[in-house]
Protein backbone atom coordinates (compact mmCIF):
# COMPACT_ATOMS: atom_id res chain seq x y z
CA UNK A 1 0.00 0.00 0.00
CA UNK A 2 1.08 3.56 -0.88
CA UNK A 3 -0.63 6.82 0.67
CA UNK A 4 -0.28 9.74 -1.16
CA UNK A 5 -0.38 13.58 0.67
CA UNK A 6 -0.34 16.59 -2.00
CA UNK A 7 -0.12 20.18 -0.99
CA UNK A 8 1.26 23.51 -2.47
CA UNK A 9 -2.06 24.31 -4.51
CA UNK A 10 -3.15 27.95 -4.19
CA UNK A 11 -4.26 31.19 -6.29
CA UNK A 12 -2.02 32.36 -8.74
CA UNK A 13 -1.79 35.27 -11.30
CA UNK A 14 -1.09 34.26 -15.00
CA UNK A 15 2.56 34.09 -15.70
CA UNK A 16 3.54 33.14 -12.11
CA UNK A 17 4.78 29.92 -10.45
CA UNK A 18 3.68 27.18 -7.52
CA UNK A 19 5.62 24.30 -6.94
CA UNK A 20 3.48 21.18 -5.70
CA UNK A 21 4.53 18.36 -3.08
CA UNK A 22 3.41 14.47 -3.14
CA UNK A 23 4.49 13.01 0.44
CA UNK A 24 4.49 9.46 0.02
CA UNK A 25 4.43 6.58 2.62
CA UNK A 26 4.48 2.82 2.43
CA UNK A 27 7.65 0.67 2.13
CA UNK A 28 7.38 0.14 -1.86
CA UNK A 29 7.01 3.93 -2.70
CA UNK A 30 10.77 3.95 -4.29
CA UNK A 31 9.51 1.04 -6.23
CA UNK A 32 6.62 3.04 -8.48
CA UNK A 33 6.64 5.54 -10.74
CA UNK A 34 5.17 8.72 -9.84
CA UNK A 35 2.79 10.93 -11.83
CA UNK A 36 0.91 14.22 -11.81
CA UNK A 37 -2.81 14.48 -13.41
CA UNK A 38 -5.00 17.31 -13.48
CA UNK A 39 -8.54 17.51 -13.49
CA UNK A 40 -10.50 20.80 -14.62
CA UNK A 41 -14.37 21.51 -14.17
CA UNK A 42 -16.47 19.29 -16.67
CA UNK A 43 -13.49 17.76 -18.05
CA UNK A 44 -11.82 14.42 -18.38
CA UNK A 45 -8.84 13.41 -15.69
CA UNK A 46 -5.72 14.17 -17.99
CA UNK A 47 -1.97 13.42 -17.36
CA UNK A 48 0.65 16.17 -16.49
CA UNK A 49 3.89 14.75 -15.91
CA UNK A 50 5.59 11.02 -14.96
CA UNK A 51 8.84 10.60 -13.30
CA UNK A 52 10.71 6.47 -13.19
CA UNK A 53 11.65 5.19 -9.66
CA UNK A 54 14.70 6.21 -10.21
CA UNK A 55 14.38 9.68 -11.57
CA UNK A 56 16.19 8.97 -14.58
CA UNK A 57 13.12 8.99 -17.15
CA UNK A 58 10.51 11.75 -17.14
CA UNK A 59 7.55 12.10 -19.25
CA UNK A 60 5.37 15.43 -20.08
CA UNK A 61 2.24 16.75 -21.95
CA UNK A 62 2.70 18.47 -24.79
CA UNK A 63 0.64 21.72 -23.12
CA UNK A 64 2.95 21.84 -20.15
CA UNK A 65 6.20 21.04 -21.84
CA UNK A 66 8.79 23.72 -20.97
CA UNK A 67 6.95 24.91 -18.36
CA UNK A 68 6.86 22.53 -15.56
CA UNK A 69 9.53 19.98 -13.71
CA UNK A 70 8.57 16.86 -12.20
CA UNK A 71 11.49 16.05 -9.62
CA UNK A 72 11.37 13.25 -6.83
CA UNK A 73 13.76 12.72 -4.06
CA UNK A 74 13.37 9.16 -2.82
CA UNK A 75 15.11 9.99 0.55
CA UNK A 76 12.28 12.38 1.42
CA UNK A 77 9.60 10.55 -0.12
CA UNK A 78 8.54 13.22 -1.91
CA UNK A 79 7.82 14.01 -5.53
CA UNK A 80 7.39 17.45 -6.69
CA UNK A 81 5.74 19.41 -9.66
CA UNK A 82 7.44 22.82 -10.50
CA UNK A 83 5.18 25.11 -12.69
CA UNK A 84 6.46 28.14 -13.90
CA UNK A 85 4.57 30.65 -16.48
CA UNK A 86 1.21 29.30 -15.24
CA UNK A 87 -1.62 30.46 -17.37
CA UNK A 88 -5.80 30.52 -16.48
CA UNK A 89 -5.86 27.12 -18.70
CA UNK A 90 -3.77 25.26 -16.05
CA UNK A 91 -6.70 25.83 -13.40
CA UNK A 92 -7.65 22.60 -12.17
CA UNK A 93 -7.50 19.88 -9.17
CA UNK A 94 -3.59 18.26 -9.23
CA UNK A 95 -3.70 14.77 -8.02
CA UNK A 96 -0.73 12.73 -7.57
CA UNK A 97 -0.85 9.22 -8.31
CA UNK A 98 1.76 6.18 -8.30
CA UNK A 99 1.95 3.03 -10.30
CA UNK A 100 3.88 0.26 -11.59
CA UNK A 101 5.81 2.07 -14.92
CA UNK A 102 4.59 5.05 -16.90
CA UNK A 103 1.45 5.47 -18.16
CA UNK A 104 -0.07 8.63 -19.84
CA UNK A 105 -3.70 6.66 -18.79
CA UNK A 106 -5.26 7.94 -15.29
CA UNK A 107 -6.83 4.31 -15.35
CA UNK A 108 -3.47 2.59 -15.40
CA UNK A 109 -2.40 3.95 -11.59
CA UNK A 110 -2.71 2.03 -8.43
CA UNK A 111 -2.63 4.84 -5.57
CA UNK A 112 -4.15 8.30 -5.53
CA UNK A 113 -4.05 11.54 -3.68
CA UNK A 114 -6.81 13.72 -2.74
CA UNK A 115 -5.90 16.50 -5.03
CA UNK A 116 -4.74 20.08 -4.96
CA UNK A 117 -6.51 22.73 -6.05
CA UNK A 118 -4.25 25.09 -8.40
CA UNK A 119 -6.14 28.57 -9.73
CA UNK A 120 -4.70 30.93 -12.19
CA UNK A 121 -6.32 34.25 -12.84
CA UNK A 122 -5.61 36.07 -15.73
Known amino acids: QVQLVESGGGLVQAGGSLRLSCVAS????????MAWFREAPEKEREFVAAISWSGGSTYYADSVKGRFTISRDNAKNTVYLQMNSLKPEDTAVYYC???????????????WGQGTQVTVSS
Open 97 to 111: AAGPRYYSDYLKYDY
Open 26 to 33: GRTYRSYT
